[in-house]
């Protein structure tokens, strides 16, 4: 057993008895290839939640200060979590995301960059379309609709696979891509509220 698959389902033992998920979609997600998951994000829970969500193990980039953390910078690149550094043009954490993808594996990313506030969506960042543009990984929505009350219903969805083929043929911005995805994201939490 990988130490992924064991903080896992010890994540879900923990979590789950806390809030009740109810978990949509999770057939969208391609059984095999590289996958680009982007999920809006509204509470620090959000990644273990969409980590034992999805059916597939993700690696997630997360911002570089968490790496700072004693016990973090042991336990997140056992979970394939690697740092970036907001702010910056960081070519090594673009290169490493790249790279999982490639290799045919799951990219999760939360394209605001930080938690929203007051849970509302809002502006994704452009290197999320630079991954999608870059790639040919498949780009999957996500939805986390709370807040995180305890004892009280968390919705996950997992849209549909977006096309990204129109995009990469006329070799549209990163800024227009991340957009079209925000979109998407927007459209799952209107449907699913």
Do not use: W
Not at 15 to 42: D, F
Not at 87 to 114: C, H, N, Q, S, Y
Not at 178 to 186: F, L, W
């Amino acid at each position: 057993m990988s130490f992924y698959t064991f903080a896992r389902s010890v994540v879900r033992g923990i979590l789950k008895p806390v809030y009740r998920y109810e978990v949509i979609g999770t057939e969208n997600i391609p059984s095999e290839g590289g996958v680009l998951l982007c999920s809006n994000h509204i509470d620090n829970l959000d990644p273990p939640t969409v980590g034992i969500t999805c059916p597939r193990p993700i690696s997630f980039m997360a911002k570089a200060e968490l790496f700072d953390a004693p016990v973090l910078k042991t336990i997140l690149p056992k979970l394939e979590t690697f740092p970036v550094k907001r702010g910056v043009g960081d070519r090594e954490a673009l290169r490493k995301g790249l790279g999982i993808l490639k290799e045919g594996k799951v990219l999760g990313l939360f394209p605001e960059g930080t938690r929203s506030k007051d849970g509302k969506l809002k502006k994704g960042l452009a290197g999320v379309g630079f991954f999608a543009l870059r790639s040919t990984a498949d780009v999957v929505p996500c939805a986390i609709i709370g807040p995180y009350k305890a004892f009280s219903k968390v919705k996950v969805v997992y849209g549909k696979p977006l096309d990204m083929s129109e995009f990469r043929e006329r070799r549209a911005s990163a800024d227009e891509v991340t957009e079209a995805i925000m979109s998407e994201i927007a459209k799952l939490i209107e449907k699913y509220q």
